[in-house]
């Protein structure tokens, strides 16, 4: 018997698992009960992920139509075998096996997950209406906890207080970052280093420290690159501003629990996060280390 007590995220095959048919083959059924579920995990605080054996794109559309392409952290989509991509998922979003639990039709696949992840619990979508039955039960609690405080100091899923922020800098958009350099050391009476180019960025930079927090200076180089196209659409002006959270990992982890979208990349040999304006009222933020 499954005990879905501790577990933190759910990881979904698709054919014939979140959907009734193989994509690869034709057109495939939505469950509706699946996307209900999908959207109260995340509502309790609990992940979701994707391990599917498909072409990328075609799961990415039917996901969208679905409404909640966007509630899936980290889906892994090609033809791999799977264990090894369960394994990697685990990895990024920073859960042990033990709290995860991977949802397959194919027990071969179930089989592989366990070789590579022995502590795993793995189950097949006969499993979907006892899971729903538990996250009811946790949406039962919280709207208890609403009208008695003091069952909320009680209850063990309770929410840790959210990680700290704070400001870190602004990023700014200029058509000619020597003239802007010019314009802000006459303004801010400051001595502002050299612009410099950004390998594989696409961009010439420079930041101005200011009293705790900075100003950072951009002008794109790379025509087809995304600065260039800021540019074009909106002119000159803001990008996004950054956050500094104590805890860079825990505040990933909590927002995608929240359901907020998440653009994750690599810069420069490094992790780069930004949380998309959709979820923030227009407004691109960056998470900066």
Known sequence: MIHFEGIRLVIWDMDDTFW???LSLGPVAIVPANVRLVKDLAACRILNSVCSKNDYEP?????????VWDYFLYPSVNWEEKGQRVKEILKKAGIPQQEALYVDDNPLNLEDALHCCPDLITAGPDIFPLLAEFVRSLSSSASASLRDPAAA???PNKKEAHPMYKLDHVAVVTDNIYETVARYEKLLGVEIRTPAVVEGQGIISTYIPLDGVGIELLQPIDPEGGIQRF???KGPGIHHFSLKPDDREEAIRELSEDGV???LGEANGKKSVFIHPKS???VLIELCE
């Open 153 to 155: 100091d009680n209850n």
């Open 231 to 233: 540019l074009d659409k």
């Open 20 to 22: 009734s048919g193989t």
């Open 59 to 67: 799961v990415r559309e039917e996901l969208i139509k679905a409404g």
């Open 261 to 263: 979208r998440l653009l």
């Open 280 to 282: 923030t009222g227009g």
